[in-house]
């Protein structure tokens, strides 16, 4: 059996994958999502991990946030962590900017979360066609949204967000990485 291992960066990641993934990935496809406290702690967890993990079947996929720093710069390094660690099949996504930019691809899934559906008319504006361009995108859905709180904000979304709406290319790109990871080759509804 194909197992898939994802090395988060933080708690709310594993909420949106918990819930998303059951939905995207086929049963016979198993996944474990391991959040760390940063992007400090997931670098120094990489070769641990990798390295001792002895599982057949594994596959590991790394997703950090870009933030504001160089998206190049840093899947380059993240990559040569897993080279060094002897697995250099690992997937690295990079997050542009955060994972609230994915939220912001999807103002539908929003509405839907706080029970607000004049957010999703929001999605029209030309400021949210591109949400990956959005480089303080946390601060944005706080606008939007003043209670979100990140961990209960992500797994409310998550209930609600869809690959197929999304406008975010770096969601997009981070589910087709998984699909091809996991050897979805069928197109899938989502």
Same mark, same amino acid.
Not at 87 to 108: A, N, Q, T, Y
Not at 149 to 177: D, L, P, T, Y
């Given at each position: 059996?194909?197992?898939?291992?994802?090395?988060?960066?933080?708690?709310?990641?594993?909420?949106?994958?918990?819930?998303?993934?059951?939905?995207?990935?086929?049963?016979?496809?198993?996944?474990?999502?391991?959040?760390?406290?940063?992007?400090?702690?997931?670098?120094?967890?990489?070769? +641990?991990?990798? +390295?001792?993990?002895?599982?057949?079947?594994?596959?590991?996929?790394?997703? +950090?946030?870009?933030?504001?720093?160089?998206?190049?710069?840093?899947?380059?390094?993240?990559?040569?962590?897993?080279?060094?660690?002897?697995?250099?099949?690992?997937?690295? +996504?990079?997050?542009?900017?955060?994972?609230?930019?994915?939220?912001?691809?999807?103002?539908?899934?929003?509405?839907?979360?706080?029970?607000?559906?004049?957010?999703?008319?929001?999605?029209?504006?030309?400021?949210?066609?591109?949400?990956?361009?959005?480089?303080?995108?946390?601060?944005?859905?706080?606008?939007?949204?003043?209670?979100?709180?990140?961990?209960?904000?992500?797994?409310?979304?998550?209930?609600?967000?869809?690959?197929?709406?999304?406008?975010?290319?770096?969601?997009?790109?981070?589910?087709?990485?998984?699909?091809?990871?996991?050897?979805?080759?069928?197109?899938?509804?989502?």
């Amino acid at each position: 059996m194909k197992k898939l291992i994802f090395l988060l960066e933080e708690p709310s990641m594993k909420e949106l994958l918990d819930i998303l993934f059951p939905k995207v990935l086929p049963p016979e496809i198993g996944f474990q999502t391991i959040p760390h406290e940063g992007k400090q702690d997931l670098e120094k967890s990489i070769p +641990r991990k990798l +390295r001792a993990w002895k599982e057949p079947g594994v596959h590991f996929i790394i997703v +950090r946030d870009q933030d504001n720093a160089d998206c190049i710069d840093v899947k380059n390094r993240l990559v040569e962590l897993c080279r060094e660690a002897g697995r250099k099949d690992s997937l690295v +996504r990079i997050v542009c900017h955060e994972l609230e930019s994915w939220f912001l691809g999807d103002l539908v899934a929003v509405a839907h979360a706080f029970d607000d559906m004049s957010i999703a008319k929001l999605q029209g504006k030309s400021k949210y066609r591109n949400p990956d361009m959005i480089s303080n995108a946390a601060q944005e859905i706080k606008k939007i949204v003043p209670s979100y709180q990140k961990i209960q904000g992500a797994r409310s979304i998550a209930e609600h967000i869809s690959v197929e709406r999304n406008r975010s290319n770096s969601f997009f790109v981070f589910v087709e990485g998984v699909r091809k990871v996991a050897g979805i080759n069928e197109e899938v509804s989502y």
